[in-house]
């Protein structure tokens, strides 16, 4: 009897390792989604702050919308900001979703 207790009780603890070891995979695919995304806004922030001011207004921005593009908080009317594997901002049509006019 005891013997089938202890299986019973090993096998539990199997089920809640393999739960706990679930859980923490996926709290560190957060963090490094997490650790990418704030690469990819300071990579951002970083190429815009080094543009001229004629440069961001040939794209629709000001000095002081340089941090909210970074976060994609704000996209101007006139370009959409994107990052190159390289890291260069690139500046493409801006698209607007819903039907077309």
Avoid: N
């Avoid at 090993?10 to 393999?18: D, K, N, P, Q, Y």
């Avoid at 679930?22 to 815009?48: N, V």
């Avoid at 001011?53 to 976060?71: D, F, H, K, N």
């Amino acid at each position: 009897m005891t013997d089938i207790i202890c299986r019973a009780e090993i096998s539990g603890l199997f089920v809640r390792v393999a739960a706990l070891i679930k859980a923490l995979a996926a709290h560190c695919s957060a963090l490094a989604a997490g650790c990418s995304e704030g690469w990819q806004i300071a990579t951002r922030y970083h190429d815009l702050s080094r543009l001229s001011g004629a440069e961001l207004a040939r794209r629709g921005l000001t000095r002081q919308s340089i941090a909210r593009v970074a976060l994609g908080l704000q996209c101007s009317a006139i370009c959409e900001i994107s990052v190159r594997p390289r890291g260069a901002v690139t500046a493409a049509p801006h698209r607007v979703r819903g039907p077309a006019p």
